[in-house]
């Protein structure tokens, strides 16, 4: 049975970081794409970072450019967990953070993806 599961979600002041983790388990996730969505209430998912196998040992990885250059998306294959890095915090960046896991293309849309964590809160206080 496939399963993640997130964590390092919290309170932060505006202006500082969070990391966030995700283990995988059920099986290898060496080629799948791996994402962050975040949620908040009344709204739609959203998507935040992915990270996408293209090959060899190389990953592509794509940001929404509310999160570009204050987010990094980046694994660790022999752990089978993704991660992300949040710096420069923002009141906005506050939502339910989900890790999602997609074994066809991935990307930036939450339909590619089979397999969500159950969700970690973020809170940045202005």
């Known amino acids: 049975q496939v399963q993640l599961e997130e964590s390092g979600g919290g309170l932060v002041q505006a202006g500082g970081s969070l990391r966030l983790s995700c283990v995988a388990s059920g099986r290898t996730f060496n080629s799948a794409s791996m994402g962050w969505f975040r949620q908040t209430l009344g709204k739609e998912r959203e998507f935040v970072a992915t990270?996408?196998?293209?090959?060899?040992?190389?990953?592509?990885?794509d940001y929404a450019d509310s999160v570009k250059g204050r987010f990094t998306i980046f694994r660790d294959n022999a752990k089978n967990a993704v991660f992300l890095q949040m710096n420069s915090l923002k009141p906005e960046d506050r939502a339910v953070y989900y890790c999602?896991?997609?074994?066809?293309?991935?990307?930036?849309?939450?339909?590619?993806?089979?397999?969500w964590g159950q969700g970690t809160q973020v809170t940045v206080s202005s």
């Open positions: 999602a896991a997609s074994f066809r293309r991935g990307g930036p849309d939450p339909v590619e993806y089979a397999y």
């Open positions: 990270t996408r196998w293209i090959g060899g040992n190389n990953y592509y990885a």
